[in-house]
């Protein structure tokens, strides 16, 4: 962890904050719907009966949720479209006024522009004018006053600063019992770290074991888990990672398989023993099923992969209800559960600045330290800021009148390079001054050289979209 941490969000306010708040998020609220219509069934009653007094061919038909349906005793002419209608299109609610309307469910085809005929007020239940959205820049104050821990989870709860010191959250590999784990332990406690620990001393006792498919949401985790888990190969396991075969990836040919997970498809589990299914940053890979290319093919082969798996271990800094639901619709209700409540960041501060400069003010100080022989990150959600810190950077001096050394990492970046660097992180990161990356260092790319950075800088635009977790995963690499 460096010694000092500053998030930057370009445009608004006038306040400074801090604190850090681990494990916390604030409470978004959602965008109010355009009608909220208030639910008052007497009101809506009356309301209909003044339709009535001057339509006197309807009647009221179905209530519900505070709308009241209208029915046409014989065809006539709609009051809001002026055609006729085969079916019953009319309706009313009350608005948050208190006014009943008359509108008809075709008037967007023919009447656009139609409001809708009023009938005066018929409720007194007016409720208070809608409030708007909250936007980053009101959610994350509200976050440093009113922190919303993470929902907890009915399992054990467990503190430890490196999770290879709790050896029994993870699964008995060994064991033909099948189990289901889930581990909720925060940023840089080395959750993997400790998962290679236990596989690299079985593999070394000779023990044999079931294959690990080792499940991963982007390809730089891929690529830096490989990495890593190559060592165990010195052992005498056989690892593969999706990207180097091409076709069917088949379990009995590989004692470890690291793929992404729309890329879960490939995976052929015909033919071979037991397996266990590792799903690394779960969260991130629920949101990548869903939204990839092949989010189909990637749910259906997830659903074989985990109901035939003996064991099947999740990891997320962030686990949360949704999470167990995911895990229970394919393994059912017995999962073990380990929370991890340690707070690796506890005590120390994060300075908050709204940079009404497109973040400038946030990067001129960065530089400047830069200057001052001080190195620093910064972490951008902007692909094109990235790259332009990065160039201001390698033009700076140091106070020993040596360049600068820097490097940027983005989603477009050389591949080669990329996996080049991300194979030894510590080694490559520790002979840099200034590192600029964006969210292709989210997840898995962990730097473990203990305040070799003295700075952190993190700048999102509010109007970026950014995951939560996925900011925080960045900011804490």
């Known amino acids: 962890?460096?010694?000092?941490?500053?998030?930057?969000?370009?445009?608004?306010?006038?306040?400074?904050?801090?604190?850090?708040?681990?494990?916390?998020?604030?409470?978004?609220?959602?965008?109010?719907?355009?009608?909220?219509?208030?639910?008052?069934?007497?009101?809506?009653?009356?309301?209909?009966?003044?339709?009535?007094?001057?339509?006197?061919?309807?009647?009221?038909?179905?209530?519900?949720?505070?709308?009241?349906?209208?029915?046409a005793q014989y065809i006539k002419e709609c009051p809001i479209c002026d055609i006729k209608h085969e079916k019953?299109?009319?309706?009313?609610?009350?608005?948050?006024?208190?006014?009943?309307?008359?509108?008809?469910?075709?008037?967007?085809?023919?009447?656009?522009?139609?409001?809708?005929?009023?009938?005066?007020?018929?409720?007194?239940?007016?409720?208070?004018?809608?409030?708007?959205?909250?936007?980053?820049?009101?959610?994350l104050p509200n976050a440093v006053k009113h922190p919303c821990p993470l929902v907890e989870l009915s399992g054990k709860n467990i503190n430890a600063r490196e999770m290879e010191n709790a050896p029994e959250a993870y699964p008995n590999f060994l064991s033909e019992e099948p189990t289901t784990s889930l581990i909720r332990s925060p940023v840089m406690t080395g959750k993997t770290k400790a998962l290679r620990i236990i596989l690299n001393s079985l593999a070394k006792e000779g023990s044999r074991?079931?294959?690990?498919?080792?499940?991963?949401?982007?390809?730089?985790?891929?690529?830096?888990?490989?990495?890593?888990?190559?060592?165990?190969?010195?052992?005498?396991?056989?690892?593969?990672?999706?990207?180097?075969?091409?076709?069917?990836?088949?379990?009995f040919n590989w004692d470890v398989i690291i793929v992404q997970a729309e890329s879960t498809h490939r995976l052929s589990l015909f033919g071979g023993g037991s397996y266990v299914v590792i799903l690394d940053e779960v969260n991130a890979i629920m949101r990548q099923m869903n939204g990839g290319v092949h989010a189909r093919e990637s749910e259906n082969a997830m659903r074989d992969l985990l109901k035939s798996a003996v064991h099947v271990l999740a990891m997320d800094a962030f686990a949360n209800e949704?999470?167990?639901?995911?895990?229970?619709?394919?393994?059912?209700?017995?999962?073990?559960?380990?929370?991890n409540k340690y707070q690796p960041h506890k005590g120390k501060y994060v300075k908050i600045l709204y940079d009404p400069d497109k973040g400038s003010e946030a990067i001129r100080k960065g530089l400047k330290l830069l200057q001052e022989g001080k190195r620093v990150a910064f972490s951008v959600t902007s692909c094109k800021k990235a790259r332009a810190i990065a160039v201001q950077a390698s033009k700076l001096l140091k106070p020993d009148g040596s360049h600068v050394l820097s490097r940027v990492y983005f989603g477009q970046m050389d591949g080669k390079q990329r996996q080049e660097?991300?194979?030894?992180?510590?080694?490559t990161w520790?002979?840099?001054?200034?590192?600029?990356?964006?969210?292709?260092?989210?997840?898995?790319?962990?730097?473990?050289?203990?305040?070799?950075?003295?700075?952190?800088?993190?700048?999102?635009?509010?109007?970026?979209?950014?995951?939560?977790?996925?900011?925080?995963?960045?900011?804490?690499?």
């Open 1 to 71: 962890m460096p010694n000092s941490l500053m998030l930057a969000f370009p445009n608004h306010s006038k306040e400074n904050y801090s604190v850090i708040w681990p494990r916390t998020f604030s409470e978004e609220r959602p965008a109010e719907k355009e009608y909220q219509p208030i639910d008052d069934d007497n009101a809506l009653v009356k309301g209909a009966n003044l339709v009535i007094a001057n339509y006197g061919w309807l009647q009221i038909g179905r209530i519900e949720k505070g709308f009241i349906n209208f029915q």
């Open 88 to 139: 019953d299109q009319l309706y009313g609610f009350i608005r948050k006024n208190g006014d009943f309307v008359l509108k008809c469910y075709r008037q967007k085809q023919y009447k656009p522009d139609h409001k809708g005929l009023s009938f005066g007020k018929v409720s007194d239940k007016v409720e208070s004018k809608v409030k708007p959205k909250w936007r980053l820049i009101e959610r």
């Open 209 to 251: 074991l079931p294959c690990f498919v080792w499940v991963s949401h982007r390809k730089t985790l891929s690529n830096e888990t490989k990495a890593k888990v190559d060592i165990l190969q010195n052992a005498g396991l056989c690892v593969c990672n999706y990207q180097e075969v091409e076709g069917d990836l088949a379990i």
């Open 322 to 339: 949704s999470i167990l639901n995911f895990l229970r619709q394919y393994r059912g209700e017995d999962i073990r559960v380990f929370d």
């Open 421 to 427: 660097d991300f194979a030894d992180i510590n080694a």
């Open 430 to 477: 520790s002979g840099l001054d200034c590192v600029v990356y964006t969210s292709t260092v989210e997840a898995g790319i962990s730097f473990e050289i203990s305040n070799h950075f003295d700075s952190v800088i993190g700048i999102s635009n509010i109007n970026t979209g950014v995951h939560a977790e996925a900011f925080a995963q960045m900011f804490y690499r």
